[in-house]
């Protein structure tokens, strides 16, 4: 079976500071896995996603993740936080090989502040 | 081009009324999913097509719960006696080829279903 764990449901951090975002994974599979972002009263967006290629990860607005095996993780992170970038990240893992049931995570909501 | 659509954006219905949920999937993807999010149960897989039938629906919640999908495009939720506990966001998404781990699902907007 796969899950998830997002490590902090709240987070927050000041304009042009690191954004880091935790999460940890389990699957008994060869995972594939996903960040999707909701803005509000937005739909869920692609971020970016693991499917065992490059272990690093880019995504769309200077977001990044890393696929970490041996620690089960996937943490998602930003050199510099913009006001945009507030809104709730959701960790995601898929079963590789098999069809794509996603299963999400709790989401962490990023507040970014002046 | 034009994304996954759903309809109504928001539906408020009396407990015990049955509501139809309408999702229209971006233009030749083949499978297409419906999820919910909730306060108390987060984001939850309902069920998945692939074309018109449905391989998985291990996450309806109840036999009130049913969906079909036609001409391989729109989907249509159903949920019949609503429930206080059914209000949630109901999304679609749908992913392009024959579904893979590995495919990118494009969400919708989402219905915001409220049951009185």
């Known amino acids: 079976a796969q899950s998830v764990t997002q490590l902090d449901s709240h987070v927050s951090v000041s304009e042009g500071t690191p954004v880091l975002l935790r999460c940890n994974y389990s699957s008994s599979y060869s995972p594939s896995l996903f960040w999707y972002v909701q803005h509000p009263n937005k739909g869920l967006q692609l971020l970016l996603k693991y499917t065992s290629a490059a272990t690093l990860v880019k995504g769309i607005n200077g977001f990044e993740a890393e696929f970490k095996k041996s620690e089960t993780s996937f943490h998602l992170t930003k050199p510099s936080a913009h006001m945009s970038d507030a809104a709730e990240y959701f960790c995601?893992?898929?079963?590789?090989?098999?069809?794509?049931?996603?299963?999400f995570g709790a989401g962490t909501r990023l507040a970014v502040h002046p | 081009g034009a994304g996954v659509s759903q309809s109504p954006s928001n539906k408020v219905t009396e407990k015990g009324k049955d509501v139809e949920l309408r999702c229209d999937p971006i233009?030749?993807?083949?499978?297409l999913y419906w999820y919910r999010q909730s306060l108390g149960q987060g984001l939850e897989f309902l069920i998945y097509f692939q074309g018109n039938s449905a391989p998985d629906k291990s996450g309806l919640p109840s036999d009130r719960f049913s969906a079909e999908r036609t001409g391989g495009s729109v989907s249509t939720l159903t949920i019949q006696r609503t429930q206080q506990e059914d209000s949630a966001v109901y999304l679609c998404a749908s992913s392009l080829v024959a579904a893979t781990s590995t495919d990118t699902q494009y969400f919708g907007p989402g219905t915001r279903l409220t049951v009185l």
């Open positions: 995601v893992v898929s079963r590789s090989g098999g069809y794509n049931k996603l299963i």
């Open positions: 233009s030749g993807h083949t499978a």
